[in-house]
């Protein structure tokens, strides 16, 4: 059975979709249609802007989804997937490609979160930071342990790695605590501190916009970051997605709960190679790879 996984911000690079965009008219099409619906030419700051231009949560998110959606539309009739999940932003990707939603609804969608996401770094100082070669059940009590300030886990990415967010203050003070039981940790480059209670006015303000968008059964389960569970039921996914900005994605259950379901190929559809990555730590013995152009 065929998993089909979507990537989330930190996938992004220079030149990303330019491929698609040049060498197929339908994909052209769509991204010309972003152009409109965005407001400004996304398409220049993905094929010829900075990295520090795609660095922007209100650049990166939309620039992320239309990769991987066009991309899985540049498939046509290969992209016949079993079960589709997404990391963080890449659930949007998923649920889109998976028919769960209009690629416009989605791309509206997206740039909602961004925007929100985007208000709540500017109002809160607030980061993350890659824990490393510690368990999970660790890295979970070094941040409970931490007093006054805000820091939680954010990312189950796999055995041996989840991200941390919070307070500045927060996650440096469970980063130091890290270092003392010879765990790694990593700042990220990351605008603010995703999927935390930090997040709270960004998903309030995004819960208005999924609310008013239609959403259809997709054509597979797609296993959501809240729970790690195969959903197909609307309002199932609605309420999910809502409550994703301020849960953690638990993306090792996810593949392990794929795995159990009987998928025994795992296609990533979008820029980078970060999840092929992943999934080998929780089976290294699984056909994970990205889809080829």
Same mark, same amino acid.
């Given at each position: 059975?065929?998993?089909?996984?979507?990537?989330?911000?930190?996938?992004?690079?220079?030149?990303?979709?330019?491929?698609?965009?040049?060498?197929?008219?339908?994909?052209?099409?769509?991204?010309?249609?972003?152009?409109?619906?965005?407001?400004?030419?996304?398409?220049?700051?993905?094929?010829?802007?900075?990295?520090?231009?795609?660095?922007?949560?209100?650049?990166?998110?939309?620039a992320i989804f239309l990769h991987s959606v066009i991309?899985?539309?540049?498939?046509?009739?290969?992209?016949?997937?079993?079960?589709?999940?997404?990391?963080?932003?890449?659930?949007?990707?998923?649920?889109?490609?998976?028919?769960?939603?209009?690629?416009?609804?989605?791309?509206?969608?997206?740039?909602?979160?961004?925007?929100?996401?985007?208000?709540?770094?500017?109002?809160?100082?607030?980061?993350?930071?890659?824990?490393?070669?510690?368990?999970?059940?660790?890295?979970?009590?070094?941040?409970?342990?931490?007093?006054?300030?805000?820091?939680?886990?954010?990312?189950?990415?796999?055995?041996?790695?989840?991200?941390?967010?919070?307070?500045?203050?927060?996650?440096?003070?469970?980063?130091?605590?890290?270092?003392?039981?010879? !765990?790694?940790?990593?700042? =990220?480059?990351?605008?603010?501190?995703?999927?935390? @209670?930090?997040?709270?006015?960004?998903? &309030? %303000? #995004?819960?208005?916009?999924?609310?008013?968008?239609?959403?259809?059964?997709?054509?597979?389960?797609?296993?959501?970051?809240?729970?790690a569970l195969p959903h197909s039921d609307p309002a199932?996914?609605?309420?999910?997605?809502?409550?994703?900005?301020?849960?953690?994605?638990?993306?090792?259950?996810?593949?392990?709960?794929?795995?159990?379901?009987?998928?025994?190929?795992?296609?990533?559809? !979008?820029?980078?190679?970060? =999840?092929?990555?992943?999934?080998?730590?929780?089976? @290294?013995?699984?056909?994970?790879?990205? &889809? %080829? #152009?």
């Open positions: 059975m065929k998993a089909y996984v979507f990537p989330g911000q930190g996938a992004q690079f220079v030149g990303m979709g330019k491929d698609l965009y040049e060498g197929n008219a339908e994909c052209r099409a769509m991204f010309e249609r972003a152009n409109e619906i965005i407001g400004f030419r996304i398409t220049d700051l993905m094929f010829a802007g900075t990295p520090e231009d795609l660095k922007q949560t209100k650049v990166t998110q939309p991309l899985a539309k540049y498939m046509g009739e290969a992209f016949r997937p079993d079960m589709v999940g997404g990391h963080s932003l890449g659930e949007f990707s998923a649920l889109v490609a998976a028919g769960a939603m209009s690629f416009e609804d989605g791309l509206r969608l997206v740039i909602a979160r961004a925007n929100a996401m985007q208000r709540c770094c500017e109002k809160t100082p607030s980061t993350m930071a890659a824990v490393l070669k510690l368990d999970d059940k660790t890295v979970e009590e070094i941040c409970a342990s931490v007093e006054g300030e805000v820091v939680v886990p954010a990312n189950y990415n796999c055995p041996g790695q989840l991200v941390i967010s919070g307070t500045n203050e927060g996650v440096a003070a469970a980063c130091a605590k890290v270092k003392e039981v010879k !765990g790694k940790a990593l700042p =990220l480059a990351v605008g603010g501190a995703f999927h935390s @209670p930090l997040m709270e006015p960004a998903r &309030v %303000e #995004l819960a208005e916009a999924i609310e008013k968008t239609s959403f259809s059964k997709p054509v597979c389960p797609c296993y959501q970051n809240v729970d199932e996914i609605k309420k999910n997605l809502l409550m994703q900005l301020t849960s953690p994605v638990r993306w090792t259950a996810t593949v392990q709960n794929m795995l159990a379901d009987g998928a025994d190929e795992f296609i990533e559809v !979008g820029p980078g190679t970060a =999840l092929q990555g992943m999934v080998k730590r929780v089976n @290294p013995d699984i056909n994970a790879h990205s &889809v %080829e #152009l």
